[in-house]
């Protein structure tokens, strides 16, 4: 009997210990997807290509394209983060899924549009080339022909200045060396588009554009933003952002704000 009570005991204890250690609520149901918070939207560029993006005193990078893509990122409810690098290494860096965009004054070219996807068009750019102020000897596009020619790695201009026949391609990772070694006399005519051309030669009136230059038979170059070709969902929100943008007038007000002096600027050309 004593026995049994002993028993008894134990088994109740035993069962209020095990009673105690089971938890009173079910754990957390894991949260549900809309509540976790969104992954960052991260954009690629690279920092010398005013107005679109550039550094400013403090070191940070401004321009056009940033602050269109924080308010495009902020339509899709994301915090935009800025992986700056070499242009030529964006599109490898897309395709790597190290960045999810590429906003970087980037030209629509069929070539790269077997590689990614691009948006629609943001904003309308061309080529010129750049000389020193006291040059006259490249009156045309004819006359670039056998000269020494600077510009960007990668870029539309590399890729057209490139084709001119019997020249010298010296080419840099930072237009800013593109521009100085034009200053400096060590390249005849640097190769860039019209926007960031009229800035930095606003900025340096030892330097000054000379003219045009076609880009593959169009007369027409716009930029647009450039996703992975199977990102489709993001491409049609980042359509979808860029269309309300337009809409609401805020679009305009960004051009006005990064595009307004140099615009004033080309009607005066
Ligand atoms: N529009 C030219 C291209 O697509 C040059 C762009 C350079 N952009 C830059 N952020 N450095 O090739």
Redesign the pocket.
């Known amino acids: 009997m004593h026995r049994l009570t002993a028993f008894v005991l134990i088994v109740l204890l035993l069962a209020t210990t095990v009673a105690a250690c089971v938890p009173v609520t079910p754990p957390a149901a894991p949260a549900a997807p809309e509540a976790a918070p969104a992954q960052p939207l991260i954009m690629g560029?690279?920092?010398?290509?005013p107005p679109?993006?550039f550094r400013n005193e403090q070191n940070e990078i401004v321009g056009f394209?940033v602050d269109l893509a924080n308010a495009i990122a902020q339509k899709l409810g994301r915090e935009l983060k800025i992986e700056d690098m070499a242009?030529d290494a964006?599109i490898p860096a897309l395709l790597a899924g190290k960045i999810d965009m590429i906003v970087?004054?980037?030209?629509?070219?069929e070539e790269?549009k077997k590689k990614v996807a691009f948006s629609d068009p943001y904003y309308e750019?061309g080529?010129v080339w750049v000389v020193r102020a006291d040059d006259d000897r490249i009156q045309t596009a004819d006359d670039l022909k056998g000269k020494t020619l600077s510009t960007?790695t990668?870029?539309?201009?590399?890729?057209q200045a490139s084709k001119i026949e019997g020249v010298n391609m010296k080419r840099f990772q930072?237009?800013t060396d593109a521009f100085l070694e034009v200053a400096a006399g060590r390249a005849d005519a640097c190769i860039?588009?019209e926007p960031?051309a009229i800035d930095y030669v606003m900025k340096h009136p030892e330097l000054k554009i000379g003219g045009k230059l076609q880009f593959e038979g169009t007369d027409r170059?716009f930029?647009g933003i450039a996703v992975r070709l199977e990102d489709t969902q993001l491409l049609a929100d980042i359509n979808k952002a860029l269309q309300e943008l337009k809409d609401s007038g805020e679009y305009d007000k960004m051009v006005e704000k990064w595009f307004g002096a140099i615009r004033q600027q080309q009607q005066q050309q």
Do not use: C, K
């Open positions: 560029t690279e920092s010398t290509f679109y993006e394209d242009f964006l970087a004054g980037m030209t629509i070219t790269r750019t080529l960007q990668g870029t539309t201009s590399d890729i930072q237009f860039v588009n960031t170059q930029n």
